[in-house]
């Protein structure tokens, strides 16, 4: 296969066996430019469609409607945010606004009288959490 550099434009030759589905990280011998290249899937696609025995009633494919294929398939195959790392944002945004809380309590202290109560209830609630994880796991 040959494949190009996305800066240069210089071309190389590269086995396909080199290049796994997945792509991988190429770098330019004149450059110097690194890109993650991703094998062109609609060339095997056409490749198989031209040594396979395709009877009249099928339709060919045009190469663009392959290529747009590809690509809808690509977008589909990403992944969204998982649950843990939604989990894992939503409690660092917790500790976040603790620590805010805890810093700004002398001004809060005019909105919430009973402020230093509840910070240190919530204190002792989340020090009793990790105890029973910290059991948990022993």
Request: hydrophobic share 40%.
């Amino acid at each position: 296969m040959i494949i190009s550099c996305e800066k240069c434009n210089k071309k190389f030759e590269l086995s396909d066996e080199l290049i796994p589905d997945k792509g991988r990280l190429l770098q330019c011998g004149s450059c110097s430019y690194q890109w993650h290249y991703v094998p062109n899937e609609t060339i095997k696609l056409v490749k198989e469609i031209e040594t396979a025995d395709i009877s009249n009633n099928v339709k060919k494919t045009s190469r663009k409607q392959t290529e747009k294929k590809v690509k809808k398939d690509a977008i589909s195959e990403k992944k969204g945010i998982g649950f843990l790392s939604i989990i894992v944002v939503l409690v660092i945004s917790f500790i976040a606004l603790l620590i805010i809380v805890d810093t700004f309590k002398i001004y809060i202290v005019s909105f919430i009288p009973n402020i230093d109560f509840y910070l240190s209830s919530l204190y002792e609630s989340l020090k009793d959490i990790f105890l029973f994880f910290k059991d948990l796991i022993k």
